[in-house]
């Protein structure tokens, strides 16, 4: 149902994936038609990514998390059994694949700011955004298992405001290597004087602060982007002022659109009086899950067919992960909302928002809401119902895009490319080709030509070190 009191957004489409099985959908890899399970194959993502570049889609949103979700139950077994996000590939992997056989797509790459050296990883960003000719995105995270933590050197994880503290001057580290350390036409490759790079257009960052200390210079030279699309999920109050600061695009996953909306209005409220941001340069993209059919009977007989291979057992896994809560300790027919734990009670609540007609709240019902699409909606019908429902999160929530998860891997993205994206087209919500053809994930994230790095809003402009600027007259920011 669309709003005739604004101009309609063209929508940033994302595929939202992981170098696993099932990813937001475990038990899902049993069924005939998937191939999730081919993960460790790079032909899985280059055939990916060129069926998601032939549907114009913006990018390839990858998510990843460093350790096994192991809460439920308190065992890793749940998730081994059913593949729920386990076992787990590294992304930046396969992305050099993925952009040699596209042209256009962009590729969204999550990394943690808490347990690698911002020096090393400034590296690897650097090469896949060379390697992919400016198309890589950082999905900025802290990391919430202490799963991972433990395997990473610490007893647990960091408290929650002081992984926060690190990865705002982790991002100021990176920002020095990738914008400060080298002046945009360092390079020279002359080879008649024999001068590859002009030395004094290099220079060290010299960064001492509380959690690290990088003398610098950056080992790489500056790619296409120097700082990649800053992609960012984070809904607390330290993760809306980091985002406020930083983010370009801010991923959400919630069930209902009145779920995110005060917190979407916040960020871009922050980001407006505190950093001198226009808000509607935040792209704010949520998590769905669309199963289509051409009849709204065929899309609901694909959803039956699906539940049938769910893993509920690996749902509870995911979201004993994702909120902490080992919802093994409660009997079956135990009513949710009645238990004495506040987190337990609050969390089902926002289910029970999202779904009024479950008249009780059990693990058993949590588990069948969570087992296909995850932490977010569902939608189920034809072409038309499907781009409504999307319309009343652009409407209610002020989100301009999305994050498709699959049930099937690749035919939920078949059936997006073929019944969903014609749709979207007739109504004006998303583009006929890239802005761009052959640009960078940022030029065609804004749909703005020559904006290979981010705008001079952005706090990043302020770091970088342009071309004619002679040497100490540019001074590297703290």
Not at 30 to 51: G, Q, T
Not at 107 to 135: C, I, M, N, W
Not at 262 to 271: C, D, P, Q, T, Y
């Amino acid at each position: 149902m669309s709003s005739d009191a604004k101009p309609k957004k063209s929508l940033v489409l994302n595929a939202f994936v992981m170098m696993c099985s099932g990813h937001q959908s475990p038990g899902l890899w049993r069924h005939p038609d998937d191939e999730s399970w081919r993960f460790n194959e790079v032909s899985h993502w280059v055939e990916l990514a060129k069926l998601l570049e032939e549907a114009k889609f913006h990018g390839i949103f990858i998510a990843d998390v460093l350790g096994g979700y192991d809460v439920y139950s308190n065992s890793l077994d749940p998730a081994k059994i059913s593949g729920a996000q386990w076992p787990v590939n590294e992304p930046f992997s396969v992305i050099a694949a993925m952009a040699a056989a596209t042209k256009s797509i962009g590729f969204g790459v999550t990394a943690s700011t808490t347990y690698e050296q911002p020096y090393h990883f400034a590296r690897r960003l650097s090469t896949v955004d060379h390697l992919s000719k400016g198309r890589l995105g950082w999905n900025i995270v802290t990391s919430y298992l202490d799963s991972a933590a433990k395997n990473l050197g610490f007893t647990e994880q960091p408290k929650h405001d002081d992984r926060y503290a690190q990865a705002e001057e982790y991002v100021k580290v990176i920002y020095k290597l990738l914008e400060s350390s080298w002046r945009d036409d360092a390079v020279k490759l002359d080879r008649e004087k024999g001068v590859y790079t002009q030395p004094d257009l290099v220079r060290p960052i010299n960064h001492r602060g509380k959690y690290f200390t990088v003398p610098g210079p950056h080992i790489c030279q500056p790619s296409p982007q120097r700082t990649p699309l800053i992609l960012q999920a984070g809904t607390s109050r330290a993760g809306k002022q980091f985002a406020a600061q930083n983010a370009e695009a801010i991923f959400v996953s919630a069930h209902a659109p009145e779920v995110c909306a005060k917190s979407i209005a916040e960020v871009r409220e922050l980001a407006k009086t505190q950093y001198g941001r226009d808000p509607t340069n935040i792209k704010v993209l949520a998590l769905v899950t669309a199963i289509l059919g051409r009849t709204e009977e065929e899309a609901q007989a694909k959803l039956a067919d699906y539940r049938k291979y769910a893993s509920h057992e690996g749902a509870l896994a995911l979201f004993g992960g994702w909120t902490g809560i080992d919802l093994s300790k409660y009997g079956e027919e135990e009513e949710l909302r009645q238990v004495d734990s506040n987190a337990v009670r609050s969390t089902v609540e926002g289910y029970a928002r999202f779904a009024p007609g479950t008249s009780k709240w059990t693990r058993q019902t949590v588990a069948e809401h969570v087992a296909i699409g995850g932490n977010g909606p569902i939608f189920v019908g034809t072409p038309s119902q499907v781009a409504d429902g999307l319309e009343v999160w652009v409407n209610e929530a002020d989100v301009d895009g999305f994050n498709f998860a699959y049930a099937l891997f690749p035919q939920s993205f078949k059936d997006i490319s073929e019944l969903l994206l014609p749709e979207l087209r007739r109504r004006g919500l998303f583009w006929d080709d890239y802005a761009v053809p052959g640009g960078t994930y940022r030029e065609n994230f804004y749909q703005k030509p020559g904006q290979t790095g981010p705008l001079d809003e952005h706090i990043v402009s302020s770091y970088r070190w342009k071309a004619g600027v002679p040497p100490g007259q540019h001074i590297i920011p703290e």
